[in-house]
């Protein structure tokens, strides 16, 4: 079955065409990050008018890089939540309006478990797994046991991992998307020259949680003040000091998820699993079994989007035209009665 999949909820306007879940034959990823720079952020309303722009040249240019026609297309899936309004209906709209005028079936997809599914693209990878979902919008610690089955154990109390890293980066001006930027900055520091806060919500049902406020907070409001005696008060050192308090955070809860469930594989998704920290500290742990998207997978893609709707379409799942977006998705909020069956203590 080859699914055409369409990914527009932030500031990516990407399309993709790939077959059985698996086999990649065409993606193509339009970023509008050059429109959005000076703002040292996404623009909503341009971010939509440029999906509005580029949907349409997108969709075709992933087709000839296939070297197919959309008659040869079995499926038609878009990301429909969460994401930002305006962004993800250009995607849907699109997608529902191409499926009904070739009368193909169709399915809306959750941008997550598109994130979720991406390492599946390129792995063989067995459920159970513990998933690790770190993008410009989440932090999520799950038991994954399903293409759709996520049970969330952990999330933030406040901020993305990924936000953090694009706050940081705006606040000192070192570029845009701040998750590059402070990743390539941070090789040159070192990590010892600061001493970040690190969150303290680790008792009872938030064994799992993580938090980014304070550490973005104190990052950029007191910085000085938590500089070790002896080192520069540099961008590379604050980076590196940065970075490395941010993914220790995400390590520390994502081992307390093994532990209590004994799962040993953990799999990554989402934009920050990108970071080049975050996979050598996880590649430390050998009694691990890590498994990341390649790079060109981590951040937002329309083959994940294709990847997990075969699994729904398959299943004889489909969206019904009056499908609408929805920018939140309150659903990967942790469920308490979940935690007890982790054996939290
Ligand atoms: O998954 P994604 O492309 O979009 C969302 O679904 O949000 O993730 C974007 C986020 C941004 O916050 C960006 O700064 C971050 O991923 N990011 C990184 C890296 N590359 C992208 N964060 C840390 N290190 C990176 N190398
Ligand atoms: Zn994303």
New binding site residues.
């Given amino acids: 079955m080859k699914v055409l999949g369409i990914e527009s ?2 500031d990516e306007t990407a399309c993709a065409i790939v077959e059985d879940g698996r086999t990649i034959i065409s993606n193509v990823v339009a970023t509008q990050i050059p429109f959005h720079q000076i703002y040292k952020g996404v623009v909503p309303e341009i971010a939509s008018r440029k999906h509005a722009e580029w949907i349409l040249p997108v969709v075709k240019q992933a087709l000839a890089a296939a070297n197919m026609t959309l008659e040869e297309v079995d499926a038609i899936a878009a990301t429909n939540r969460p994401g930002l309004m305006g962004s993800l209906l250009v995607g849907l709209t699109f997608g529902k309006t191409l499926a009904w005028s070739a009368n193909k079936p169709f399915i809306a997809i959750n ?1 997550m478990l598109g ?1 979720m599914y991406a390492a599946h693209l390129v792995n063989d990878i067995q459920y159970p797994y513990i998933g690790l979902l770190v ?2 919008g989440h932090s999520i610690i799950a038991k994954v046991n399903g293409f759709d089955d996520l049970e969330i154990m952990g999330t933030t109390m406040d901020d993305s991992v990924g936000e953090a890293f694009d706050k940081v980066a705006k606040y000192y001006n070192l570029g845009y998307p701040g998750g590059v930027s402070i990743d390539k900055l941070a090789q040159k520091g070192d990590k010892r020259a600061f001493s970040f806060p690190v969150p303290k919500i680790d008792k009872g049902e938030h064994r799992y949680d993580v938090s980014f406020s304070g550490l973005k907070t104190a990052v950029i409001h007191q910085r000085d003040s938590f500089c070790n005696e002896g080192y520069e008060k540099s961008n590379e050192n604050m980076a590196a000091a940065f970075q490395e308090t941010a993914c220790s955070t995400l390590v520390s809860r994502l081992l307390r998820a093994v532990e209590d469930t004994g799962i040993t594989t953990v799999v990554a998704g ?2 920050v699993a990108a970071n080049s920290r975050l996979r050598a500290m996880l590649a430390e742990h050998t009694e691990l079994k890590c498994i990341f998207p390649p790079l060109k997978l981590c ?2 893609n329309g083959a994940m989007i294709a990847g997990v709707a075969y699994h729904f379409l398959e299943r004889g799942d489909r969206s019904g035209w009056d499908t609408t977006a929805c920018a939140r998705i309150p659903q990967f909020k942790r469920g308490l009665a979940n935690l007890e069956s982790f054996g939290r203590r």
């Fill in positions: 909820s932030c941008h994130h993008s410009g989402g934009g951040g937002d």
